[in-house]
């Protein structure tokens, strides 16, 4: 009995190893294989299956059998030669607008006043250390300006907002694609002749929003899906498309995958991330705020960021409605900005157009003890970054004041003009015309590093993560481009100077995630970035992992720093599926730069296998 009993043991044994050997011969060939595809004419590769995030693995203490050893500068960190995908439920994170990281770490937030709608980022041991995946049957977005009207569905498969605003003509979803016919809530029939009305509302020339070159700066509140910021562009107006991740989710996904400029933020507790002075025209059609709250916090938020003698555009039903709610938002709401000393420029149908004095003649004449008062003279109106609003008017500089406006050139000559705010930080005029000469040049190499790989309208949508004067982006613009400026939170304030030259940009901290979705950029310029962040302590790797996540695939990166930063990424790129482009030094540059590397990299269009299977 024991023989018989031992044989038939050994048996099962090698059943079951036989078993077990077909298994994980099964997952190699269904998941580490790599395949081409084709998806708009690009090639895919194939990474793997779905992999589980891992939180709080950082990849600087791997093991040696699935990494290789690398240094920034002198000491060794450990690189893995792969990066896991992250669960294909992540295709659309934004890490520090994450709602599952409030509700994990707990945070209590006065959802009155959208402070869930804030940003909120993930300490180190919570971050997501793999490769975001795209959606499958993810396509190489369509190129602008057909972008403007038409995206793949397959790369934002979200359909909710077509149906509930199928009577607005915000969105149709025709087969494969998903079509912009160019309307909002407020402009059913196009965001044109909306733009054209107001024009009319103001006189200005030729029914042209842009008033002869006065006004190109506009910030655009509740945006939607961007068209209004859309069809401005032809008036060589830019907008800067602003909505939270709320009920309407995906919206400035929608506007980034048009090709339109458009970022996540919301009017909460903390200052918008942009300089006292930058927009001529502020923008609200319908956009749900509720501008009486809190003392007029909001709106006095609008008059920080409108320029002497700007505008306030505001479609609503206070505007024209006639029952008893409306009335009384109407009525208080005419109080406030009459005590702001705002006047009507236009009243017409369902549009108010408030002005912003041109001096602070009108405070100076308030009777004593008027609400909002004036901001503090200590209070620093261009200090942005995590710094909560006031329920204060902040005056005119002394510059603004006696110039009664902002004394900036009409567009475009004030793109190349030195803005007036200069001497602010002690630049002086030659200095500012160096500096847009020497990226003049910068930029004209960076195209030629570039042009084997791409065409006339490959790209659209940059950004210049350290962007100083903007000179970068003023490079661009007889190009089919716009660039999102970014300037470092910690270093001089020049985003001021960006929009005085008629561009626009954002405030932001590279130790931390970028409020935007995934696949939202065709290309990164990062200027001593690396360096920078190093000499914060912060995580090159996790910068990297960022820069991946916002990059759109096939998207390219240019890198400016110093040799050793260059190495150190060469060491990433099959762990991240990046390729070298080009390599260049900077002696041909005008301003040497000593040893800085320009380095310039390509992603690559992957899909996972369950993506592949679920697209087929």
Known sequence: MRGRSDGGQKKRLITSLCAVAIFLGFLYVYYGSIFGSSSNGASALEYGGKS?????????????????????????????????????????????????????????????????????????????????????????????????????????????????????????????????????????????????????????????????????????????????????????IIAMSLAPNDVHQNQIQFALERGIPACLGVLGTKRLPYPSRSFELAHCSRCRIDWLQRDGILLLELDRLLRPGGYFAYSSPEAYA???????????????????????????????????????????????????????????????????????????????????????????????????????????????????????????????????????????????????MGSFAAALKERNVWVMNVIPEDGPNTLKLIYDRGLIGTTHNWCEAFSTYPRTYDLLHAWTVFSDIEKKGCSAEDLLLEMDRILRPKGFIIIRDKQPVIDFVRKYLSALHWEAVATADSSSDSEHEGDNVVFIVQKKLWLTSESILNSE
Not at 126 to 134: D, E, T
Not at 208 to 232: I, K, Q
Not at 343 to 369: F, S
């Open 52 to 236: 589980l995030r891992k939180i709080g693995s950082s990849y600087l203490g791997g093991d040696d059998e699935s990494s290789t050893k690398s240094g920034l500068e002198d000491g060794d960190v450990v690189v893995p030669k792969t990066f896991p995908v992250c669960d294909d439920r992540h295709s659309e994170l934004i890490p520090c607008l994450d709602r599952n990281i409030i509700y994990q770490m707990r945070l209590k937030l006065d959802l009155s006043v959208m402070e869930h709608y804030e940003r909120h980022c993930p300490p180190p041991e919570r971050r997501y250390n793999c490769l975001i995946p795209p959606p499958p049957g993810y396509k190489v977005p369509i190129k602008w300006p057909q972008s403007r009207d038409e995206v793949w569905k397959a790369n934002i498969p979200h359909t909710h907002l077509a149906h509930e605003k199928s009577d607005q003509n915000w969105m149709v979803v025709k087969g494969e694609k998903i079509v912009f016919p160019g309307g909002g809530t407020h402009f059913h029939y196009g965001a044109d002749k909306y733009i054209a009305s107001i024009a009319n509302m103001l006189n200005f020339s030729h029914n042209n929003l842009n008033n002869e070159g006065r006004v190109r700066t506009v910030l655009d509140v509740g945006c939607g899906v961007a068209s209004f910021g859309a069809y401005l562009l032809s008036s060589d």
């Open 322 to 468: 006639q029952d008893e709610e409306d009335l009384r938002i109407w009525k208080e709401m005419s109080a406030l900005v009459e005590r702001m000393c705002w006047r009507i420029a236009a009243k017409r149908n369902q549009t108010v157009i408030w002005q912003k004095p041109l001096t602070n003649d009108c405070y100076m004449e308030r009777a004593p003890g008027t609400n909002p008062p004036l901001c503090r003279s200590d209070d620093d109106p261009d200090a942005v970054w995590g710094v909560p609003m006031e329920a204060c008017i902040t005056p005119y500089s002394d510059h603004d004041q006696k110039a009664k406006g902002s004394g900036l050139a009409p567009w475009p000559a004030r793109l190349t003009s030195p803005p007036p705010r200069l001497a602010d930080f002690g630049y002086s005029n030659e200095m500012f015309e160096k500096d847009t000469e020497t990226w003049r040049q910068r930029v004209e190499n960076y195209w030629n590093l570039l042009s084997p790989k791409i065409e006339a309208n490959t790209l659209r949508n940059l950004m210049d993560m350290k962007a100083n």
